[in-house]
């Protein structure tokens, strides 16, 4: 059967490169967007809409003989803090709405996790894959429930759903929205710019990073593999490098830009704090031969050339 690929959240940071690296995969005609934002840039199939809106889903996977999801769509820690009540409507009524259709229609899923689903009472270095899961955020809270809901899902349904534990993503083609680890992509901006940061969080907090290439591989390696390989139906934890506010700064500043960083903390210090410094993802090696490729330095190379072609095409 040919894959028609639904891919929600798709005009989001990770969805807008995951969705032209599955049309180079699977062909032009195979993805199709759903997202409530207005689609100003995407040229194939979209769907606007809210994935809380299940008779929608439902209508978007009959229409368009859809056969996997990637479900991108999710409010992140810092937004979840100023709305709760939204937060677990998405990313957990949302999900329920995904993995039902997924159930009935017999399509395979992606869904991300998070580091959020750790917290302060988490062993902080090298994380382990099975941890104490007590999470101080109700992002935290929902991707927790979330990984419970998946595996739910797998055991009673056979639904072949699939996920990984994603940790800050850096990225640069669009901006990220409402995330703890969102620092790590606005000091390229003001880097390139001005040569002056301000750091909502404080200069030695460590916590996991990965470049988006990174993040868009390990996406499409898991949902590639045959599923006897998926040992973890929660969410696998990937790693690929941890860093500071100030060791991200040193790596930009080697690549001959002028950085000036001050610090302010705000709420998204303690969100931080709760979070691993680094993460153990053994199993996910073991099981799909997950291996990343970007390291700090060449993801400091990657996000300041992007950056400064953004910047340039804006002026
Ligand atoms: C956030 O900071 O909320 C996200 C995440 C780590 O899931 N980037």
Redesign the pocket.
């Known amino acids: 059967m040919k894959k028609k690929i639904l891919v929600t959240g798709g005009l989001g940071q990770v969805g807008s490169e995951l969705v032209p690296a599955l049309e180079k995969k699977y062909g032009k005609n195979s993805v199709i967007i759903l997202d409530k934002k207005e689609n100003l840039v995407y040229k194939g199939l979209y769907v606007k809409g809210d994935v809380v809106n299940k008779k929608l889903i439902e209508d978007t996977v009959k229409k368009y003989k859809i056969t996997e999801i990637y479900h991108l769509a999710s409010l992140?820690?810092?937004t979840g803090e100023q709305n709760p009540e939204l937060a677990w409507s998405v990313n957990i009524e949302g999900l329920r709405n995904i993995l039902e259709c997924a159930r009935i229609y017999n399509l395979k899923v992606f869904w991300p996790s998070?580091?959020?689903v750790f917290g302060m009472t988490t062993p902080q270095d090298e994380t382990p894959q099975k941890t104490i899961l007590e999470p101080t955020t109700i992002?935290g809270v929902t991707k927790v429930s979330g990984e419970l809901l998946c595996q739910y899902y797998f055991k009673k349904y056979k639904v072949d759903v699939r996920s990984v534990r994603?940790?800050?993503?850096i990225s640069w083609k669009t901006l990220?929205g409402g995330?703890?680890?969102?620092y790590a992509i606005d000091i390229f901006w003001h880097a390139l710019s001005t040569g002056n940061y301000t750091c909502f969080l404080n200069k030695n907090t460590a916590l996991p990073m990965m470049y988006i290439d990174d993040a868009i591989k390990a996406t499409i390696d898991i949902m590639g593999v045959d599923a006897k390989k998926i040992t973890i139906r929660t969410s696998y934890n990937i790693s690929s490098f941890s860093c500071t506010p100030e060791l991200l700064a040193t790596a930009i500043r080697k690549q001959n830009i002028p950085l000036k960083m001050k610090h302010a903390t705000d709420i998204r210090q303690s969100i931080a704090d709760s979070w691993p410094n680094s993460i153990d993802d053994r199993q996910a090696k073991k099981d799909w031969k997950w291996k990343p490729v970007f390291d700090i330095k060449k993801t400091v190379k990657e996000m300041l050339s992007g950056v400064t072609k953004m910047q340039s095409n804006k002026n």
Do not use: Q
Request: aromatic share 12%; no cysteine.
């Open positions: 992140l820690s810092v998070s580091i959020a992002y994603y940790p800050g993503i990220p995330g703890t680890t969102d």
